[in-house]
């Protein structure tokens, strides 16, 4: 079951605090006028359009993390890199349907994807739910192309941009329609209150989880949503979405934010960015 919160009006209110802090998440229909999310969409198609592949260029895949931690997935933390799906099969002449997302400072680089992440009703979210200075550590342009998008693999956010305490809360727009049928979101409502269960971290020059941790997906709910939605999950929050088999995509968007007052950004995390190109401060 999924519970639909009212359209968001500015403030966080009573009820929706403590649904958060219950079930570790958070789903404001219509959040984003259709003009917004249309304008993201045809930017990223954009990027795509522009971006050159060359024939040993990088796949995305979340079952294999040694192929993901390549020097092109490590720099992209301070750049905008291109993923291909695992199953693309020509992505030189296809490249709108081969590519798995874009990657991880589109936020902070593209006037487009800036304007659109820096949103005042996104952090007035995060101050309802009691962040004092977030900035948005990474941001994500998710396709599941039709047909061979692949699943992202049952998760916690927190596990791959670590904070002391712990502080990642994720923001999931809709870009297109999420459905069952073309591989929405899932979450277990609750499983944010037994804490992360392992973590990516760098170790002797390679990026290795702490644990084999195996989570279970029982109690998992559907999230189906309309382009425009955003859900709002607690980094702690246990999620995934399936294998797109589909004829038809499921654009999103996500930012990862986490907060910067009394919390230390760890150095073991995957995101370490230089001195001159700092995370952004985000005021009201």
């Not at 900035?135 to 002391?164: C, R």
């Not at 999230?223 to 038809?248: K, Q």
């Not at 919390?263 to 960015?273: C, L």
Request: proline share 5%.
């Amino acid at each position: 079951m999924i519970k639909l919160i009212r359209r968001f009006t500015g403030n966080l209110t009573k009820g929706e605090i403590e649904f958060y802090a219950a079930n570790g998440y958070l789903v404001f229909p219509n959040f984003i006028p259709k003009s917004d999310v249309d304008g993201l969409k045809e930017r990223a198609f954009q990027l795509i359009d522009n971006w050159q592949p060359s024939s040993n260029h990088p796949i995305f895949t979340t079952h294999d993390q040694k192929r993901v931690a390549d020097n092109y997935f490590m720099d992209s933390a301070y750049g905008i890199g291109f993923f291909l799906e695992e199953n693309a099969k020509d992505p030189a002449n296809n490249k709108r349907n081969s590519i798995n997302k874009l990657g991880h400072a589109m936020h902070d680089l593209d006037p487009v994807f800036q304007r659109f992440s820096y949103n005042v009703r996104f952090r007035r979210i995060l101050n309802g739910l009691g962040y004092n200075a977030p900035v948005i550590a990474q941001s994500m342009y998710i396709m599941k192309p039709p047909g061979i998008g692949a699943e992202v693999k049952i998760h916690q956010d927190n596990s791959y941009l670590i904070t002391s305490p712990l502080s990642c809360v994720g923001l999931w727009v809709a870009i297109e329609d999420a459905k069952k049928s073309n591989a929405c979101l899932y979450a277990v409502p609750g499983s944010h209150k037994y804490g992360c269960k392992t973590y990516w971290e760098r170790k002797d020059g390679k990026m290795l989880y702490t644990n084999d941790y195996e989570y279970s997906k029982e109690g998992g709910v559907c999230l189906e949503v309309e382009a425009g939605t955003v859900v709002v999950l607690h980094g702690s929050l246990v999620h995934w979405s399936d294998d797109n088999l589909s004829n038809v995509s499921r654009h999103a968007y996500t930012l990862h934010c986490v907060e910067t007052v009394n919390t230390t950004w760890s150095p073991k995390n995957w995101i370490q960015r230089p001195k001159e190109f700092p995370f952004n401060s985000w005021t009201l």
